[in-house]
């Protein structure tokens, strides 16, 4: 039996995660829990599991929520998502938190000798170098949720990593992938929260209308996988059938498919190396009929050549980049800026602010800082 403390619970992996775990009682167990401000979905957790301590994000629905559940201990905050995790007893992590917060929990996993079933792709991408030397350290195993590394983990199954030529991530090119930049000026947020294939989080859905979030899952790769960034290419598949690919020294290339579903992703992270059954619709070739694949247009998606910019110079840019575009992100959310916005604000914060190594979490979180406060100046002139 695997104790799951799952972070993140009411969000769309979170709500998954739950669905396997009731799919597979005799393997998983949900150990704890946290979710944001969505407490309606903590009350529904609790109809269906018994465990004894939660995190919610504000002190104020913890109060209504330990009124409401006497035997349970409930925690608030990122201080109560790291009481949470010292004081359960737990298997892997499930980290599905959004943005920048999830760093945090993923190293005090890894500190603590915990697997990590990582969909919270900004821990990476911010601290990749800081949760790289932790797992040096340390026993942990971080078992990728995303779906294209967990095509390229499964495609790596018995094979060397040392034999690999490159890594061939596919992207959908997300909702405006049809638009050209003059098109994208007067795009709304219904239009960029329309995903054709995937069914996400709002954060990760415009992230992928902007190809940020592809840009973000280089960098994941990176970290993931040990290798260089001329040996991870980008590939657009506008169908969404092969997750990703392998390309071994032999030009042998193994392909990942299946159905978007990002159940199965969640499932191989926690059963690996196990396979599971699964209830989703499965795979008809037939059906899809037609598989296409392109190069990328690097000026039509400017931030996934930035995401390769700032891997490569690393220090504090990927944090910059990372906090700049949650910010951003975050305004064209709240309909403060228009989309392209978003893009001008990141490739500004990257240009902008000052190099600095990172070395330390202080350091990190200094990064965020400069990232975050260079966004809210830019969005604070629009607005
Ligand atoms: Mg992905």
């Known amino acids: 039996m695997k104790r799951i403390l799952l972070l993140g619970a009411s969000g769309s992996i979170g709500l998954q995660t739950i669905d396997v ?51 349970k201990t409930v925690l608030f905050g990122e201080e109560g998502i790291l009481d949470l995790m010292k004081q359960t007893d737990y298997d892997v992590l499930v980290n599905a938190l959004v943005g920048f917060a999830g ?9 603590s000798d915990h697997d990590v ?20 350290l340390h026993s942990a195993v971080i078992y990728p949720i995303d779906s294209e590394h967990s095509a390229i983990f499964q495609c790596l199954q018995g094979n060397r990593t040392r034999q690999v030529r490159r890594l061939i991530i596919t992207a959908s090119g997300g909702s405006f992938r049809n638009l050209s930049r003059d098109q994208l000026k007067d795009v709304t947020l219904e239009q960029a929260l329309a995903h054709p294939n995937w069914s996400m989080g709002a954060k990760i859905t415009i992230d992928s209308a902007t190809m940020m979030n592809k840009g973000f899952e280089v960098i994941e790769a990176h970290w993931l996988f040990h290798l260089p960034y001329d040996q991870i290419d980008v590939i657009m598949h506008p169908q969404s059938i092969v997750h990703s690919m392998v390309e071994y020294v032999d030009h042998s290339v193994m392909a990942q498919m299946g159905t978007p579903d990002m159940r199965l992703p969640i499932q191989y992270a926690l059963s690996w190396p196990d396979r599971l059954p699964l209830d989703e619709t499965p795979l008809d070739l037939a059906k899809v009929g037609t598989l296409e694949f392109h190069e990328p247009d690097k000026e039509r998606f400017p931030l996934l050549a930035l995401a390769y910019e700032a891997g490569e110079k690393g220090g504090n840019l990927c944090a910059v980049m990372n906090a700049a575009n949650e910010a951003a992100n975050h305004a064209f959310r709240n309909r403060q800026i228009p989309f392209t916005m978003i893009e001008d604000i990141v490739i500004g914060a990257v240009r902008e602010c000052p190099f600095a190594e990172l070395n330390t979490p202080e350091d990190l979180l200094a990064a965020n800082t400069a990232g975050y406060e260079y966004a809210v100046n830019r969005i604070g002139k629009v607005y």
Do not use: M, W
Not at 104 to 110: E, F, G, H, K, R
């Open 21 to 71: 775990i009731l799919q597979h009682p005799d393997l998983f167990e949900l150990a704890a829990f946290g979710v944001g401000k969505n407490i309606e979905q903590a009350r529904d957790i609790l109809k269906q599991f018994d465990v004894p301590a939660f995190a919610v994000q504000k002190e104020s629905d913890a109060v209504t929520l330990a009124r409401e559940y006497p035997g």
């Open 103 to 111: 760093f945090a929990p993923t190293l005090a996993a890894i500190e």
């Open 117 to 136: 079933a990582l969909a919270n792709k900004e821990s990476l991408v911010c601290g990749g170098e800081l949760i790289q030397r932790a797992l040096a």
